[in-house]
């Protein structure tokens, strides 16, 4: 499974972004999803995950009431709509795919997810 994300960018407090996920080389209903981040001198974050049949996701507390995510399998592809952004979402964004339908932020994402991708970058600054 490959994974590629796109649609970050430089936007001002308060603006909203997409990004997408998408997948090839496999069907994104035999995985879950997760989007994790990574501000300059900070650890990976954990922002969302969503199983693999889309029927239950996760929020990390910062994000909650502002990202939502959703897949479309027609597509092969995964979203993290992010509204309301703040400059404390500043950070290059990462989708990794894990094996099985349940999604997780809890525990190692190295070591729960099997597929990352490159990564895209999100600032947030005025």
């Known amino acids: 499974l490959q994974l590629v994300e796109s649609g970050g960018g430089l936007v001002q407090p308060g603006e909203s972004l997409r990004l997408s996920c998408a997948a090839s080389?496999?069907?994104?209903?035999?995985?879950?999803i997760g989007w994790f981040r990574q501000a300059p001198g900070k650890e990976r974050e954990a922002v969302a995950c969503?199983?693999?049949?889309?029927?239950?996701?996760d929020f990390a507390d910062s994000v909650k009431g502002r990202f939502t995510i959703s897949s479309d399998i027609s597509k092969n592809t995964a979203y993290l709509q992010m509204n309301t952004l703040e400059p404390g979402d500043t950070g290059v964004y990462y989708c990794?795919?894990?094996?099985?339908?349940?999604?997780?932020?809890?525990?190692?994402?190295?070591?729960?997810?099997?597929?990352w991708g490159q990564g895209t970058q999100v600032t947030v600054s005025s």
């Open positions: 080389g496999n069907t994104l209903d035999y995985y879950a």
């Open positions: 990794a795919a894990r094996r099985g339908r349940l999604c997780t932020l809890a525990g190692d994402p190295s070591v729960l997810y099997d597929y």
């Open positions: 969503i199983s693999s049949n889309g029927d239950s996701s």
